[in-house]
């Protein structure tokens, strides 16, 4: 059976039934980075705490991937099946925007200020056949 | 002590197929010699740099092994800015009278692809399609629209100006010019930013002979000044490139500080410059770079550019020859690009592209990853 396994340690709670970003808040300042880190880049404090940054945002900027890109893209797509896809900054309720891709991937589907959930998806597979996570936001359903 | 610049050399930026990178900087190092009456053997100083097209140094296998101090210079699209920066100081220092400044690269086509490890960054970013620098130029002018009401129109315009003025320069690599139209209806790349509004990936090369400027008339009948060199990087808080994050806090983007340390430096002010290239890897970062270079507000592009104001006969002449997007990006040539075509404009050399009214100062800027600004200030 194949495993699904986060594509870096650290960015999101995984495995979880309710996934959040994970990022770094300073001690000294409060300044927040994503993804985590031992330092601060504002004050140059090394005093930092991993901290959720929550999964619900609201879109900052956006553009779409047309082309797909030369590596270090790793994705199982081939120049015949890739598929352009939205890449945005998205402010947290955290305090900071984080730069993912996007769900939609038209024009018409993106909004400055519109709320994005948080998703983590199966990006691609390795060698093993185990299925290899990353995030990604996508508009919150109406209710 | 002031600096002079008394030599300008270019090889034609866009495809040299059959020469290295490292050939095209040895042939605009000659050209800047013959321009300055002056032999490689009389530089006593280098300062050079490309990205991918080799180590500078190695340019004394093609110009000769003269014992010179020739120093690697390395900083991603402020490359060219940065090695001239280094002149600069050598000759303001005392330490040297004439040197010179080369910047030269070949780039194999399509988007740059950095590797992330070489930016700080793990390879997560790289491998799910973010690490890409047009996807970054259309982020940040997205977001510039929605705050400052810039339309697509002015994108256009943009473009437009930049092949006008590309084929109006016999050594820009592109001299077609091309409609409105033509332009509006090119394929979207990356939203908002369309094919003919981007620059591409490019070849050539630039070099330059600069000299203390007290000699500068042992050597040349019409030496020009650089006034100023400023290299300056980003702060917490400006919207930058290869940024898996940003912070929520907003500072000043490292081209404002740049730009406003180089006019205090040269103690003059926008206002007094008759002649600009400001960087264009994509026709939205001009207008950005037009406010945050201090030449207009934020938002007032879309009335500047419908005016003409940015063309080569308005009141605020923006990259004469075609800049990047006309040119290609050779990045370690790309910013010597600039300071040339700028002392071609204040020789009075520039033919079917010259400034009217006998331009005195003119300004250069870069951009680059991970978010440095080179900024210069060139005077008659």
Known sequence: MSNQLPIHEGLFTWPSTKPQLLGSRCVNCAETAFPAQPDCRNCGSRETNIVELGDRGTLWTWTIQTFMPKAPYHSDETAETFKPYGVGYVEMPGGVRVESRLLPSKPDELKIGMPMQLEIIPFRTNHTGDQIMTFRFSPVAEA | ?380
């Open chain 2, 1 to 380: 002590m002031d600096v002079a610049i008394i030599g300008i050399g270019l090889h034609r930026f866009g495809r040299s197929p059959d020469m290295s990178g490292m050939q095209q900087g040895a042939s605009a190092v000659r050209a800047a010699l013959a321009d300055a009456g002056l032999s490689w053997s009389d530089m006593q100083f280098a300062y050079g740099g490309s990205q991918d097209a080799g180590n500078a140094d190695t340019l004394v296998n093609e110009l000769g092994l003269t014992g010179l101090q020739f120093t690697n210079i390395w900083n991603g699209c402020a490359t060219g800015g940065s090695s001239l920066h280094a002149a600069y100081s050598a000759i303001k220092s005392g330490e040297y009278d004439v040197g010179v400044v080369v910047g030269f690269d070949k780039h194999p086509r399509g988007a740059f692809n950095p590797k992330p490890a070489d930016w700080g960054i793990d390879e997560w970013y790289g491998e799910t399609g973010m690490m890409l620098t047009t996807q970054f130029f259309a982020l940040k002018t997205q977001r510039y629209m929605h705050e400052h009401g810039i339309t697509e129109e002015s994108l256009i315009r943009v473009s437009e100006k930049a092949f006008k003025n590309g084929s109006l320069t016999p050594t820009a690599w592109r001299q077609q010019a091309l409609s409105y139209d033509e332009i509006a209806n090119s394929a979207m790349i990356s939203d908002p930013l369309r094919k003919f509004m981007f620059c591409s990936p490019a070849e050539g090369g630039a070099a330059l002979i600069i000299c203390n400027a007290d000699k500068a008339h042992l050597y040349s009948s019409k030496p020009l000044f650089l006034k100023t060199a400023v290299v300056r990087t980003r702060h917490y808080g400006s919207f930058e490139v290869f940024a898996p994050s940003q912070a929520m806090k907003v500072a000043d983007a490292p081209t404002v500080t740049a730009s406003k340390a180089a006019f205090e430096l040269a103690g003059i002010g926008p206002e007094d410059i008759d002649v600009m290239q400001l960087q264009d890897t994509d026709s939205g970062t001009e207008i950005i770079h037009m406010a945050e270079n201090g030449f207009c507000e934020h938002g007032e592009q879309e009335k500047l550019l419908r005016e003409g104001a940015t063309d080569i006969n308005g009141s605020m002449p923006i990259n004469t020859d075609g800049g990047c997007l006309a040119n290609g990006e050779p990045v370690g040539a790309s910013g010597l690009r600039q300071v040339y075509e700028i002392c071609v404009q204040l020789r009075g050399e520039g033919g079917a592209r010259q400034v009217p009214n006998n331009p005195k100062v003119g300004y250069t800027h870069v951009y680059g990853a991970p978010g440095l600004s080179g900024v210069n200030i060139i005077s008659k």
